[in-house]
């Protein structure tokens, strides 16, 4: 449904650094991938360029066979390929049901439903403005809620479980498998921690600007338990999501 074909992309600084090399991706509808890899291996630029804000050097995306590589961000919106960022905007002035309508969903029906879709209570947040007040995971969810709004064909999502608590985390989770079952829409989501890893029909290993494999989610899940942690403590932290524990021995 969206491919990548021999994608290669670069940044210029002093001089052109290449940060993507060869990729080769082929997404089917309707499904659950994970991306995941060392920091700075090339997931988040892979996901950029899918949305159109990195332009690939060279290669070609196609989306349901036809050419998009020249479509920028705003043409690849209309087409149905949206992204979230790690960080979501606060709209401040800005209700979430004035949100939600910009995003393509008028209907104060189906607005109640975007939001109990993404395990909010429509009646606690419709008419609240996007401030301050809200917390992360509350933020990712109304973000998720204003992707579904325009039916989108791939949603691509950069580590949605930055910057919120366990709790949050937990209800995130809950939420992609919900959309998992409810919507036509194939999920893109970046992410190092178990939990969304096995949400997983498919694992894309990233690495050094490459793809290094595409695997299952059971195959990946077995190399983690063989993982050779330097301590206990450190095993469970990881096993715990919390990949960013260190050890003090």
Request: charged share 30%.
């Amino acid at each position: 449904m969206l491919e990548l074909r021999d994608i290669s992309v670069s940044v210029t600084e002093e001089k052109e650094v290449p940060i993507l090399k060869d990729i080769n991706l082929a997404l089917d509808k309707n499904k659950i991938y994970v991306m995941t890899g060392p920091n700075g291996g090339g997931k988040s630029s892979i996901a950029k360029t899918i949305m159109g804000i990195y332009q690939p050097v060279k290669g070609k995306i196609l989306l349901d066979g036809i050419d998009i590589t020249e479509k920028g961000i705003t043409e690849r919106a209309r087409l149905g390929i949206g992204y979230a960022f790690q960080q979501p905007p606060r709209f401040k002035g800005l209700k979430v049901r004035e949100l939600l309508a910009l995003a393509g969903k008028e209907d104060l029906d189906e607005q109640c439903d975007l939001l109990f879709d993404v395990g909010l209570c429509a009646q606690d947040y419709i008419d609240r403005e996007i401030n301050a007040s809200f917390s992360g995971g509350e933020l990712k969810r109304i973000e998720i809620a204003t992707l579904l709004a325009r039916n989108l064909n791939v949603a691509v999502f950069d580590e949605p479980e930055a910057g919120i608590d366990l709790w949050s985390f937990q209800k995130l989770t809950e939420t992609f498998e919900h959309l998992h079952e409810k919507y036509n829409t194939t999920l893109v989501i970046i992410s190092h921690q178990e939990r969304i890893l096995r949400l997983a029909d498919e694992v894309i290993l990233v690495s050094e600007g490459r793809i290094s494999e595409i695997t299952s989610r059971e195959n990946i899940l077995a190399e983690i338990e063989k993982i050779d942690f330097d301590c206990r403590c450190r095993k469970e932290c990881i096993k715990g999501e919390i990949a960013s524990a260190e050890c003090d021995r």
